[in-house]
Structures are given as C-alpha cells and as structure tokens.
C-alpha cells in the first residue's frame, strides 16, 4: 500500500524492534476467531502444497535410477514402462498440489483484506470512545500511522510471512528428512553450507542496517527542510531568498544521496553474495559427493542405501531448495519483527482505556401539563427533561433549562500542574457568560470541564441542579453545543456538514439554521451552492467561512446551553455583528458560554469572568468592570496584551 | 515525460549505464552454471576421476566468484544511479519551484509540493533502480536461458514453446486486468486514510455531537467497501502464483519423460542425465525472468503516476518573468493603480478586483479596511509583482511594475504576509534574511521600531535565541512583530503590513505606527487591519467591499461619507470606548 514515508530502496529499514511473542499469539488467534473454518483450511492448504513441491527429488531418483538400469541396453520400452508409473504419481499429486495451491492463494487474498478491514474497523471503534485526553497527548501523525504503516506490516504478515514461514518451514522439514534418508554424510556439508550462509548475511545485513537508519534520519530531516520551505516559499519569494534557500536545500540533499546509495548497495549487494554462496555449497556437494562415489566410502543413511548417482543428483537439487527456502525464512524474520512491533502499537491503541460513563440521567422528550408535572414523550416535542432514577426505584423529571454552575472546581491535566483554582461560575438560562484571560489561564479547560471532555479534580459542576457526573455523558453533550476556534469540517457537501448537528434534520432546518448563523450568504454564492463538496477540512473556504458553516452546525442542533470557544475570531468583525445578531436571536432564552480575545465580541455579555493563571480574579459586566479599573479596564484600554 | 525526467540524470549516466552492462555479465555467467553443473554431474555419473570433476567443479566455483563480483559491482553502480537520480530530481524540483510565482505556488499547494518532492521521487527512485537492475536483467534471462536450454537439450526445449506463451499471456491478462483497478483503489484507500485523519483532528466535535456511534458506521461501510474491492482485484492477482506453477509443473513432467527416452534412446549421446536436471533449471530461470517482467510492469506503471506529478513541476513555467531590460532602481515610494483589475484565473468568472483607480503619494501613510473576501489583500500583492494586473497598469516610482527586474522591485516593496511564517534557526537567522549584511545594531534598531527588542531581550539566550519550525515558541503577537522587523530590515520605499499587527495588543501597535511614522518617514506605507484604531490616523484608508474601493478619505471623511466604515467603526468602539 502506498504510504507516506517510504524509505527510498527496495528493502526495509532493519529496525530492531524486541520480539514480542504473545503478540503473535494474540494476532493469531483474532485470525483464527475472525475465520475458524478458513484459516486452518487455508493452513492445510499451504501445507500440502508445500510437501508436494518438496517431493520431486524423489521422482527424480527413482527416474535416473531408471535411467541407470537401462541406460547401458537402450531398453526405451522397459525403462518407459518403470517410469510412467512414477510421472503417473507425480501428475496426479500435481494437480492435488494445483487445486490446494489456488484455494489457498483465493483465500488467503479474501482472509487478508478481511483481517485488515476487520482490524481497522476494531481500532477506529476503540478510537471512537477514548477520551479527549486521549487525543490531546498523542499526535495526530502518530495516531494516524496506526492505520497506515502499522497495518501495513500487518498486510505483509497476513498475506506473506504466515504463509511463508509455513510453506518454508514445511519444506525445509520435508527436504531435511529426504537429505537424511539419503546421504546423511551430504547432509552435513549442506547444513555447514547453510550456517555460514547465515553468518555472512548477518554481518552484511549488519552493515546495512547502520545506514538505513542513517538514512531515515536524512530522510527525515529533508523532509523536514522541504516542508518548511513549502510552506514559507511565499515568504522566500518576498524576500528574494531563493538563492539562499536552494543552496541550504543543496547541503541536505547531497547528505541524503549518500546515506542513501550507501545503504541501498549494502542491501542490493546480499542478494548475489547469498546466491553465490548458494552455488559454492553446490559445487562442494557435487565434489564431496563425487569422491563419496569414487573412494567407495560407506553411505550414512536412513534409506540404508548404497551412494549412487541417483542420489548425487537429487541431492544436488535439494541442496538448492534447501538454502533457497533458509534464504526465504530469513528474510521473514525482519517482517516477523516489524509486524510485532506494529501490532504490539495497534494493540496499545485498542488497550487504550475507554472514556468511562457512570452517568444515569438521561434527557428524555417530554411535554409539561397545565399544573407544572412533566411527563415523558416518544415523539419530539421540543421541550426536554432530565430522567433521574433514585435507588429507591422512583423516578424524577427536571426539565431542562440550561442552568450551570461551578462550584469551587479545581483541575489539572498533569497531576502537580493545577490549571484552574477554585473557579466559581453561575450561569442562568439565557445568560451570557464571558471569559477572558491570557493564552493559558484556563478558559478552555472551563468548558472542557462542562461537557465532560475532562473530569474536575475538586468542586462541584452541576447542570440544572444535577451533578454532571451523574448524567449520561451522551445525553449532558446533547445539551450542549459548541463551536470552537479551530473548526473542524468533514468531506462532504455544505449540507452534510451543517446536519451533522442533528442527522435527522430537514433541508430547511439546516438552511434555516445558516441564515440564523449569517452562513447562507456565502454559501447560497458558492458554485454549487449547499451542495458545495468540501474537502481537505474545507480547504477551499476560508477560515471565517469555515467558522460560519460550524456555527450553523451548532445551530441546528439546537441546544439550550452554547459554548463559543473563539468562534468568531476570523470572522471579520461586520459579519461577526451580523452573526452575532442571529446568534442573540438564537439564543434566546438559553446559556451561552463565550471564550473570545476580541473583546468587542463579549462587551453584551450578562457576566463576564476575567481569568488569570486558573483563577477569576474579577467578575461582573462591561460598564462595572470598567469603573473597578482593574485588569479588564487595562485590557480594554490597551494597556496589555492578551496572547 | 521520460524525455523531462531524463535531463535530471546527468553525471550519473555512467552508473547508469554501467549498471545493466555488469547485470548482463551476471546474467551471461548464471546461464553458464547450469550448463557446467551438468557436464559435472555427467562426470560423476561417468565415474570420472577426481581430477576431471575438480576441473569443472574449479571453474564452477571461479564463475560463482565472478558471478558475486558481477552482481556486487552492480548492487553498487545501480544503488548510485539511482540515489543520484533522485537527488538530482529533488534538486531539479527545489530549483524550479523557487522560480514559481505565486500564482504557480497557488496552483500546486505547497502539501501537494511536499508530497511531489519527497513520496513521489522515492517511488521514482525505486523505478529507475528496477529499471536499470532487474527491466535489463530479465529479457537477458530470458534470452540467454532459451539460448542455453536449446544448445544443450535441443529438441527438449520445444517445452517451452508451449510454457512460455501461456506464462506470459496469462501474467499480462492479469496484470492488464487487476492494474487499472489498483491505481482506483489505492486512490480510495489514500481517502479512506484521509477521512480517518478527518476524524481524529474533528474528535472534540465528533464527542461534542456525541456522533461516534455514526462516524463508526460511516467507517465500517467505507472499510468494507474497500475490502470488497481490495479482495475482487487481489484474487485476480493471486493467480500468477498458481500459473507459475502449473508452468513448472509441466516442464518437469515433459523434461523427465521425454528426457529419459532421449537419454535412453540415444545411450546418453543426445543428452545425459546432466542435463536433465539442467533443463529444469533453465526453465525456472526462464519461467522467473517473464514472472520479474511482470511485476516490473505493475511497479513501473504504478510510479508512472508519481513521475508524472513530478514533470507536472518540472514543466509549469513560471507565469512572471523577468523583462529583457529590466529597470534596475526603482525612483521613489510612489504608486498608481491605473484602471486595473484582477482575477486569479483566467478561467474564473469573477474579479478580484475591478476598476481599481488609486494613486498614493511617496511617503504617504494608507489604511486599507473592508470584510473578508474584500480583496484587499490581493491589492497590495499586486504592487510588488506577486501577481500581475489581468488588465490596467501598476506603477512604482513611476514605472510600470511588470518593466522592474522582480527582485530590484521586491526589495524595494516589502510586504509583511497575512500568512506569515518564521523559520527554524536564531532570531538573528530570522532577521536576516531581510538583509543579510545587516550589523547587530541594525538588527536591533528594526526590532526597537518593531517594539520585538524588548522581549527579544528578555529572552534568555536574546538574540540567538532558537526559533522552532514555523515559529511555535513565540507568540502570536511576538511572531507578528518579528515579521515586521524582518520586513524593515530590507529598509524599503514601500512597506505593506498585511493584518500585520492582529494578534498585537491596541497599545503595542499604537506604538509600533508610531515608530513608523517617526523613524521612516520617506518610506510609504500601507496598512491593512480589521481594527479601525489601527488606520484611524492614516492619510488616507480605503474601504473596499467586493473587490472595488467603495470609498476612500481620511477618517473623519469616511465617518461621514461611507456607510461601511461608520458600521465597523461603531461596531468596533460600541459601549463606551470614549471612556476610555
């Protein structure tokens, strides 16, 4: 499969990853689970034909030494009649070997893709229910290289080096008892042979190692460099640094094409050193064997039979098969390794412990009778309560309206790093609660904490009157919406990605949702209108358009608490009057929490926090902040910076 | 296209040559062994003195020794051609791509450069060396092995008359058929990736919608759709396997029969039982050589895609050049925008800009305002010749921009980009790069104007310290003003600030204007900002809207004629601001 960083040559970087074998048993064992009857079918299979294509030196013997009988007389007739029955056998086991050869290769094409899909699918599920911290601590790049390179080696496992270690272990056992059978005197020097085949590969592969890895490293610091570059050849154009850059490019570059051509001979050079050695065994087999023959010296063999011609022969044939199929093991090894360590990380990552929910409470439909007593409703009313279940067995309904409070909260996302200090925050239905503060004084995590991205360390956050703690985090983010500063949008039409807040709403809600955002104007310009695909996370649309589609996303979804975490911040500020109008129409009557850097974007806001390393050091609204003179006055006149 | 990729091997034609001349040594040398093999094993069955197979076995073993020194010198040669070939393509593409405008940079994407300079020339240079290897290798294989199986079996090579066409035909139906469907599906496969990488940058809205019971349901249709099509075109594949063998099967059983009645018939005179086994291996040489052509096709079309985005570089030509008599000084800070407009394509139905008539004054100070997608971007860029005026003419100093060597122009008109990016190195590096002679104390004078001297100093390692790649160890605002500083290092006549000063505070660019205004008072300058506050005192602002200046005058001017820029202004300083 293509990926993205392949090092530049045939072979594979040897890497010593440690040999994990209980991770082998346990990929072996989801094969197995995932196809019982295919799998060993399949086994069987390579089996069979393994034996069958290790048989033929037998055939052979016997043929020569029907040759040898009638060589001398020119019998055609009585030699013909000795070996058909031999070719008879051999036609038969033939196509047997055929028949199993294509079921295996069928289905081992069919298991593999299966495995992998299987195995994807397995990885982005577990994915799907880790936590938020889950994705703040791991890189993207390295999640992503899960599903790319480590299931590659998977691949290579599944559809290669399974199949190969058996097939190449079934007919190195095969010819090992043939060659004992026969000569066991010729059997040592083949074994000898192979030894230091092994040895001299090893020193080789030794070396090409060392520059393989040395070769990633150029290759990764070109990279590097190229993507740089890349992505500032605007700023080199301006400047008119391009002499500049192509002669720092020049110096990597040249770096690489060294480390690169010394790894690739190293690795290009094994292939005739393994072979030529090969054919050196083969030589001394013939030699050993012909003295064998000439001095007359007494066989050592299971078959108990005397040294002839038709056993040097055959031999010398087996002798090729033989340090072929080691060649071939040998070269699994290294794929055995990779793929280990690529599945012990695709493991890791469905080990990984899922976000936990021992949540209860539930928001259910619900209507509201005359005398104020709610009670729940199949069908979508628009009015929604909270189900709380006691452990007596009774069942309360609060009905939801969007009240939030912090109580005394303490966080911290690395334990000894407290981030917020005893924050205290009431929201009540339809306010709007402002937070403002530096890079890093702890606006975000507040509404990380609220929809249970994180969980508070000490302090109370309760919703409604409830702990959240108790309520179903499903069920807590559907009362939610948020919209954040870097908005992420998927492949899709502009449709899609607006119903995306609520799948089972209409063409005109989501249409409704973007003209309440002030998203409809742009997008009723775009080519194709609503059904404008988007790709690359709307690569085509700019940030401010992005925002605007995310907004409209939250909208529709229709929630009665809101949190805006710089939504609006490249949106420039004519259009942010516009949207927040449609906004405040939204709204009302429902929370809105609002994190944003540019102040005239909360200056309406009913509360506005301002927060300073974890804790609120002053509260209240524009006009009352602005007499305290305090750090919002500062702010707001100009006198600090906030980044 | 291999015409294009061609140029780029230069000083490694040697190697390049060199290499399939040894392989075809190592060939020639290979088809030998079988043959000697067999007049050793004929010996042996002769019962030939030792002496008689330790001649024939000695020139076995000097041929497996010059076999190895053959395909040795060959690893070396080829892994030089071909690492040489695609240094000097990334070479050959950095090169080119420095000549691109912006135009072409937009064109590409600089992702999609990336990817052109580094996974598409690897794949090339896995090709080239599979050319020069193995695509020489193989049809010498087999040629040499058919020479070498009739010279020695004669009629018993009529074998692969029918072997080799049923091979070959059938490895190139498969290839032809299971290809085409690769290239497809691969492509799938890259958005399948590309909708998982979707997911985990969107988790937060994913978790916040609570949809990750639908994105799983999203994914395993996509996955097994990719698996049925993944499985349909791989057990196409998966019968080269078995055609190989059925291919082997047959020789063996033909040579063996046929062979021993040719041996027995002629009493070992025709042939003898060396050869018998000598037959089968110069069918496996000959099966395996069809069997390497094959998968060299699958590979070599395969890379054809990756070279193809690469002559896509190579050949896009830079769509500004040079005049053949530049203007090589450019007069004074003055600009005239005469009747211009703009698109960004020929193709593209919609201007940019249109009838833009603007005339700037050496010297003067201009406020550019107007939402997003206003194009007030694309105005400035068009001063310094980053794009050219689809029609209407742009004057600096007097001239005709498009008449400036680009370099003398660039230099003279520094823009502060929207999209700004510093580089990894030291802040000196930084800001040298607006003048590479400049002293320290230059250096730090372009910082103080630039308000950056301060925290620079504060710093611990100051003015080395090491700036990461794309600037992450600065702030957003510190980031900006080290762009302003590197711009005013090239001491320009026109200096455009494009959102230069978003993420300052309103006090630091209060400031920053200030220093401007006093220390380079001859230089023109051009502000674009979303702030009022930030052009409020400027000689002039413009206030476009869709691609047109809609209105222009000072700012008590604009408060009263433009609409526009009365919203924005009281948007902006609604609540009070004069409390301020």
Known sequence: MR???????????????????????????????????????????????????????????????????WFESGDWGSAKAEILPYLAVLVVLYALSLASLITYTQLSAYITQGFLSKMRIRMFSSMQNLPIRYFDTHAHGDIMSHYTNDIDTLRMLVSQTLPQLLQSGMIISVVLSIMIYYCGWLTILVLAGVASMILVSKKVGGGSAKYF?????????????IQEMMNGQKVVKVFCHEEESEAAFDEINDALYEDSRRANSFANMLGPII????????????????????????????????????IVIPFLNMTKQFTGNINQLSQQINSVAMAMAGASRIFALMDEKPETDEGYVTLVNATVAEDGTITESDARTGTWAWKHPHGDGTLTYTLLRGDVRLNGVDFAYEEGKQILHDVSVYAEPGQKVAFVGATGAGKTTITNLINRYYDIADGKIRYDGININKIKKADLRRSLGIVLQETNLFSGTVMENIRYGRLDATDEDCIAAAKLSGADDFISRLPDGYNTMLKNNASNLSQGQRQLIAIARAAVADPPVMIMDEATSSIDTRTEAIVQRGMDKLMEGRTVFVIAHRLSTIMNADVIMVLDHGRIIERGNHETLLKEHGTYYQLYTGAFELE | ???????????????????????????????????IIANLINDIKAGCDFSTILTNGGIMALLAVLSLSFGAAAAITASKASAGFARNLRHDLFYKIQTYSFDNIDKFSSSSLVTRMTTDVSYVQMSYMMIIRTAIRSPFMFIFAIIMAYTMGGALSTIFVVAVPILAFGLFFIARKAMPAFTRLFRKYDRLNESIEENVMAMRAVKGFVREEYEKEKFTEASDEIRRDFTRAERIVAFNNPLMQICLQLIMIFVLYFGSKLIVTSSGSYIDVGQLSAMLTYGMQILMSLMMLSMIYVMITMSAESARRIVEVLNEEPTLKNPENPVTEVKDGS???????????????????????????????????????????????LISRLYDATEGVIRVGGVDVREYDMNVLRDSVSVVLQKNVLFAGTVKENLRWGNKNATDEELEEACRLAQADAFIKAFPDGYDTHIEQGGTNVSGGQK??????????????????????????????????????????????????????????????????????????????????????FEVYTQQTKGGRENA
């Open chain 1, 3 to 69: 990926k993205n960083n392949t090092p530049p040559s045939g072979a594979k970087p040897m890497s010593k990853p440690k040999m994990n074998f209980s991770v082998l048993g346990r990929l072996v064992k989801l094969l197995f689970g995932f196809y019982p009857v295919l799998v060993p079918l399949t086994g069987v299979c390579i089996l069979f034909s393994a034996v069958v294509s290790s048989l033929p030196p037998i055939f052979m013997q016997n043929v020569i030494a029907a040759i040898e009988r």
């Open chain 1, 213 to 225: 890895v040395r070769q990633q490293k150029s290759v990764g610091k070109t990279e590097g460099f």
């Open chain 1, 275 to 310: 072979m030529n050695i090969g054919n050196i065994l083969y030589v001394l087999v013939a030699l050993v064997g012909g003295l064998l023959l000439i001095g007359n010296v007494p066989n050592l063999s299971l078959s108990g039979k005397a040294l002839s011609i038709s």
């Open chain 2, 1 to 35: 296209m291999f015409k294009t990729l061609a140029k780029s091997i230069r000083e490694f034609k040697t190697p390049s040559i060199i290499t399939p001349i040894l392989i075809i040594g190592e060939v020639v040398i290979e088809c030998l062994i079988p043959y």
């Open chain 2, 335 to 381: 600009i005239h925008f005469e009747n211009v407009s703009f698109k960004y394509s020929r193709r593209a139905e919609k201007y940019a800009l249109s009838d833009i008539d603007l005339h700037i004054r050496s010297g003067e100070t201009v406020g550019i305002i107007g939402g997003t997608g206003s194009s007030k971007s694309t105005l400035v860029q």
């Open chain 2, 480 to 565: 900006q003003r080290l762009c302003i500083a590197r711009a005013l290092l090239k001491r320009p006549m026109i200096l455009i600030l494009d959102d230069s000063t978003s993420a300052v505070d309103t006090k630091t660019d209060a400031l920053i204007r200030r220093g401007l205004k006093e220390f380079i008072p001859e230089t023109t300058k051009i502000i674009i900002a979303q702030r009022v506050a930030s052009v409020e005192d400027a000689d002039k602002i413009l206030v476009m809207d869709g691609g047109r200046i809609v209105a222009q005058g000072t700012h008590e001017e604009l408060l009263k004629s433009s609409p526009i820029y």
